[in-house]
């Protein structure tokens, strides 16, 4: 919903998770079903219509994947919000803040900048789901670990690979450690992208955001 940044009026999306087992349950572990995208979406179109700037705040192991989510459009929701957010004509900056897996993830960050907290991992798919398709073990360590080199989820290969813009730096035992801490760190490196972004016209800021996508992914033989 709105809020404000630095005086600045914004609109803010992002997942929820919990912090037990009640609260992740109750919060269906930050899986979001297709009504949860379908209303991001309008949120995202709203901020449109108003000249205002979309934060999203990425922490999901991917979409609910479930029987009901399937029949009710899940694949179409993502896909509505990827095409949508490609073309939105207000500054969009998404950050993980803890994982952010697949899709679920995905249909939050197309963005003009995506940030990532020091510790936090984001890629296609999970570690344990990646061993278990390729060697057929997501289950000892080995093969975990195996994944989680060659699928490069940590913010400094992210970095490397320009999929993610800027690592933003986590207090002394990590961001759940000091929560203050850490949304001081998170709120000072979104006012500069905002400040920044809001220089661009519209017309440039969508063509400089579809050229930053069409780029992943190049590679040399």
Request: some cysteine; hydrophobic content about 40%; charged content about 25%.
């Amino acid at each position: 919903g709105w809020a404000r940044l630095g005086g600045e009026t914004i609109m803010v999306i992002g997942h929820q998770r919990g912090h037990d087992t009640k609260t992740n349950l109750h919060r269906n572990f930050g899986m979001a079903h297709p009504e949860g995208y379908r209303k991001a979406l309008r949120l995202m179109k709203l901020a449109e219509k108003f000249h205002v700037p979309v934060i999203t705040l990425i922490d999901t192991p991917g979409a609910w994947a479930g029987i009901g989510a399937e029949e009710r459009g899940q694949s179409e929701a993502i896909a509505r919000n990827l095409l949508e957010m490609s073309q939105l004509t207000v500054p969009i900056i998404a950050t993980v803040i803890g994982e952010g897996g697949s899709g679920g993830a995905l249909a939050l960050g197309v963005a003009d900048r995506v940030l990532m907290l020091a510790n936090s991992v984001y890629s296609v798919i999970t570690v344990e789901g990646c061993a278990a398709i390729l060697w057929k073990d997501g289950k000892s360590v080995e093969m975990r670990e195996k994944a989680a080199n060659a699928l490069k989820i940590t913010a400094p290969d992210l970095v490397e690979h320009h999929i993610v813009d800027e690592i933003i730096p986590e207090p002394l035992g990590g961001a759940h450690a000091d929560h203050d801490t850490t949304a001081k760190s998170v709120h000072d490196v979104l006012l500069k992208h905002v400040d920044e972004l809001r220089r661009l016209k519209p017309d440039k800021l969508v063509r400089r955001r579809r050229q930053k996508y069409l780029r992943l992914g190049a590679v040399e033989e």
